[in-house]
């Protein structure tokens, strides 16, 4: 996918630069971020509500003149919304009416509540139909996986996110924690179908540590199901418990997304850490063995 703005003012569509670059690239999609808050059209851009609803609609048309599948990331979304809904939505058909395939909601400063999406986004497919809508979350509340899964329920069927929630700020939707959940989740699991294959789902922690190898940086052990931590267990009456049946402390089997169980020995620990820990280096030692109590 490609991507850029609207169209500016001083331009025709036929005549704008960006838009020229876009259609002449070899992406088969093209997405352009436009604003749909009218505070932000006055302050950001400068120019007038009507004119930035010329630019969005004249754009559109342009792009899906040209053959390619357009998205538009309509910018700041959920604030224009609850600020002026009657303008938000004029943006949202704007881009809808001229063709677009996409319309993807943008909760660009990530203050937006998981019940404020499901609100919104329950009222736009009154105008806009689901199966057309996307969801871009910024996690400034920590809300940005939530916001989507959210999103999903109240209609959207795209989701915009990225690898262990790389991204501005606070960053942006973590697809290492939504992927799974709408995999291994009956709520989304029975409902939905997801454009990747399930085999794959365990290459899902290799996936999040390959990209921090990249970025040189120190893994987040505290991901959900990636993390290092995701599966470890310190307190004794856990361990005991998890090594009776997993369930008991862990709400997904690790290797289901590639990930493994780690019993940590610590000031927490109980004789079944210990047990644990030296059965994974091979040695069996018996439970009462007077050893045990002295090692821990």
Sequence with gaps: TAFGMTKKSEHSAENDPMLASLINSKSSSVCLFGKSWDFQVDVAL???????????????????????????????????????????????KAAYDQGARWIVLCDTNGGTLPHEVSKIVSEITKHIPGENLGIHAHNDTENAVANSLAAVQAGVRQIQGTINGLGE??????????????????DFSEKFEINIKHENLQNLTQCSRLLDELLNRKPNKHLPYVGASAFSHKGGMHVSAVQKNPKTYEHIDPEEVGNSRNIVVSDQAGQSNIMSRLKSIGIEVEKNDPKIKKLL
Excluded: W
Aim: glycine residues 6%; hydrophobic residues 35%; charged residues 20%.
């Design 46 to 92: 400068g120019i007038t509500n009507e004119q930035n609803l010329e630019n969005i609609s004249e754009s559109a048309k342009h792009i899906v003149s040209s053959g390619k599948e357009f998205m538009f990331d309509a910018e700041h979304c959920f604030d224009g919304y609850k600020a002026n809904p009657e303008y938000t939505l004029s943006c949202l």
């Design 169 to 186: 700020r606070c960053g942006n939707a973590n697809l290492m924690s939504l992927i799974p959940t709408l995999f291994l989740k009956k």
